[in-house]
């Protein structure tokens, strides 16, 4: 009546004339692991053994088989010890220790029977014990859970050794130490380091493995081994997996477990050992141990308790981080409020970064566990002054384009003999350039003109009859103290050939020049000009103003210059880049009454210009008067050595309709300005 896994069930049959009431099974029949062939025999291994007691009663073999699927990067957990560690911190329970003292049955110490000597530089952690051995028994259980993770021991020496790896995660071999034995019948064991990350035992001058990666079959112990050394290692298995891939060596089983992270906690794993031989063997171990100890430095990570958070998705308490970083075997050193240092254990070596320690907390705490959200991206607002800068530079230089310039690009550096010839500071000669790249550029420039006009030229050269160019960059102080300007140059014909002009047009003059610059800058004013360098024409030169102030010039060529370059009549102008530069502007009521224009022409002394006009008018008070410009300007023999100036106003009021005595007022108040400050009489 037993039902078999796979509902199989055994029934009563007579089978050649015999009566069955039952069949002998396979252990992989009673949903046991293949345990090899023959009878299936118990010890008492896994409790007091009862005629009639059902087999899966006894608590050790009714055990619970776990199967995880780990990435590579997870090494700590190929081991009970290592998910255990891991359960704990998941589960907030803490772990049992496991420590064992192996009672010394032999007193006499290691160090007269084993010496252990290192040539080069090691890599690995090695300890090592020497036992003489009497007797191995094979134990039911240990084989069992053996086959249950999969792993086939050659004998039952071999089942204790990996029972003990997988149990405690620590990398363990057993040698037949007569392959160590030197003429004196001593154990000499000679690590040596062949290479980065790879370090051969050797034996009387023959290699009987490579730590953590192989062991020559001849040095393999056995069930006959009568004399014992027992190994414990822990190499780093970033510097391994990268040697052994480069040196193309041959690797086994134990290679998996190293090169994906061992237990460093040697001594863990050999106490395991020893409570095996002593339950399972009969082994006498020497006192004491060998041992080579490698100095390493553990990395820290510096943990945030609001990057923590802000990573995760969900507010975590720093004390909750450090209590489960703990249990995962971090170490943790406090050191601010919400900050901590946080110590990587060798045996996680792939924690290297904040988001690393991030996953740890998201995995044990759960990603069901964390609140799902939706994505917020909020923008950081980053207009600034850089941006409000390169916006503007952009506009202008879409402006120039619009306006039939074409764009130049120079270097910042210029011929320091053409700036002087041209009267334009110079670098100071303890910031000059130590190095220049040409000799003609062998110094900061003072003003783009230079290297303009100097473009000019090779245009001319190329047969360019019409050369409007441009340029926003930077200049320099003698104190190399920098800033930015925009500099214009028209050189030749104001426009294309084309039939509107009969193929013929017009050169470029000050009047065009500087309209095409006020379609690029916008409205400025001129005055009489102020500056001085060797380009300037001293006839046909102006300050430019923007918002009442100075901020650069413009001018016609000088003649010398224009022959010295061999160009036709040029116009030049270069302005403060700044200046230029967009202002807030705060918003004004608009009036909602109908405004009016009046034009008023006066007669004026030959001699004066608009300018001066234009500063009478512009220091009125008029809250009425709105906006003032010239509209003509009329000469004749008849006014002698006056001229005739005729200028519009428009006038505006905020409250009411004008009205004629409001217009009259106004204009009544502006001529007595003129007639007092102009000398001005109404023509």
């Not at 796979?6 to 692991?33: Q, Y």
């Not at 006056?642 to 106004?666: C, G, N």
Request: net charge negative.
């Amino acid at each position: 009546g037993a039902v078999l896994p796979g509902n199989f069930e055994i029934k009563h049959a007579k089978l050649r004339g015999v009566e069955s009431e039952g069949m002998v099974c396979a252990s992989s029949e009673l949903g046991l692991p293949d345990m090899g062939k023959g009878i299936m025999i118990l010890d008492e291994s896994i409790g007091e053994l009862e005629v009639g007691r059902e087999f899966g009663s006894y608590e050790k073999v009714a055990d619970t088989i776990i199967e995880l699927e780990l990435t590579a990067n997870r090494g700590d957990c190929l081991s009970v010890y290592g998910v255990a560690r891991d359960l704990s911190s998941a589960l907030d329970i803490e772990m049992k220790p496991f420590e064992y003292k192996q009672e010394e049955k032999m007193k006499l110490g290691i160090a007269r029977a084993a010496e252990i000597h290192t040539e080069g530089e090691m890599d690995a952690d090695l300890c090592y014990k020497l036992a003489t051995v009497e007797s191995v028994e094979s134990s039911f259980l240990v084989n069992l859970r053996l086959a249950m993770v999969g792993v086939e021991a050659k004998d039952k020496l071999a089942s204790l050794f990996a029972y003990a790896t997988h149990a405690t995660g620590v990398i363990l071999r057993g040698y037949e130490s007569s392959c160590f034995h030197n003429e004196e019948n001593k154990v000499v064991v000679l690590p040596t380091a062949k290479a980065k990350g790879i370090t051969e035992i050797v034996a009387n001058g023959k290699g009987c493995s490579v730590v953590g990666v192989n062991q020559t079959e001849e040095s393999i112990a056995t069930d006959e081994t009568k004399e014992l050394l027992i190994e414990a290692s822990y190499i780093n298995p970033d510097t391994l997996v990268e040697a052994v891939s480069t040196a193309k060596l041959k690797t086994d089983e134990l290679y998996y477990k190293t090169s994906r992270g061992s237990n460093p906690e040697l001594e863990f794993g050999l106490s395991m050992l020893a409570s095996l031989m002593d339950n399972y063997a009969d082994i006498s171990c020497y006192e004491g141990s060998l041992n080579v100890n490698v100095e390493r430095e553990h990395a820290t990570v510096i943990v945030d308790a609001k990057e923590i958070s802000s990573i995760v998705g969900m507010d975590i308490e720093l004390s909750r981080i450090v209590t489960i970083l703990q249990k995962l075997g971090f170490e943790i050193s406090k050191m601010a409020e919400d900050t901590v240092a946080v110590v990587v254990p060798l045996f996680r070596h792939d924690i290297k970064h904040i988001q690393d320690v991030a996953e740890e907390i998201v995995r044990i705490i759960g990603i069901n566990n964390i609140e799902a959200k939706p994505f917020v991206f909020a923008e950081k607002a980053r207009l600034n002054d850089v941006t409000a800068r390169y916006k503007a530079k952009k506009e202008f230089k879409n402006r120039a384009v619009g306006a039939g310039y074409y764009q130049n690009v120079s270097y910042v550096f210029s011929d320091k003999t053409l700036l002087e010839k041209y009267g334009f500071p110079v670098t100071e000669e303890a910031l000059e350039l130590a190095n220049p790249i040409a000799e003609e550029l062998n110094t900061l420039r003072s003003t783009l003109l230079v290297n303009l006009l100097g473009a000019v030229k090779r245009n001319v050269s190329y047969t360019k009859k019409s050369i409007p160019l441009f340029e926003i960059g930077a200049v320099f102080t003698p104190k190399r103290e920098q800033s930015e300007v925009i500099s214009f140059v028209f050189s030749g014909q104001s426009e294309g050939e084309n039939v509107r002009n009969a193929g013929k047009p017009a050169t470029i003059d000050f009047s065009t020049f500087t309209q095409k610059v006020g379609a690029v800058i916008g409205a400025f004013a001129l005055e009489p000009c102020t500056y001085e360098n060797g380009l300037l024409h001293p006839y046909q030169s102006a300050n430019v103003i923007v918002d009442g102030k100075v901020c650069g010039f413009i001018s016609k060529l000088h003649p010398t210059v224009q022959e010295a370059y061999g160009i036709p009549v040029t116009f030049i102008a270069e302005i403060d880049f700044d200046a230029l530069l967009p202002k807030h502007i705060n918003a004004t009521p608009i009036s909602k009454f109908q405004g009016v224009y009046k034009d008023l022409s006066v007669v004026i002394d030959k001699s004066m210009g608009y300018y001066d006009v234009a500063k009478v008018l512009g220091g009125l008070e008029l809250d009425m008067l709105k906006d003032i410009y010239p509209v003509d300007i009329y000469e004749d023999e008849a006014l002698g050595d006056k001229k005739s100036l005729t200028v519009r106003f428009f006038i505006q009021s905020m409250e009411k309709t004008l009205e004629d005595a409001d217009i009259e007022s106004v204009m009544a108040e502006i001529m007595s300005a003129l007639e007092s400050e102009c000398n001005a009489e109404l023509r």
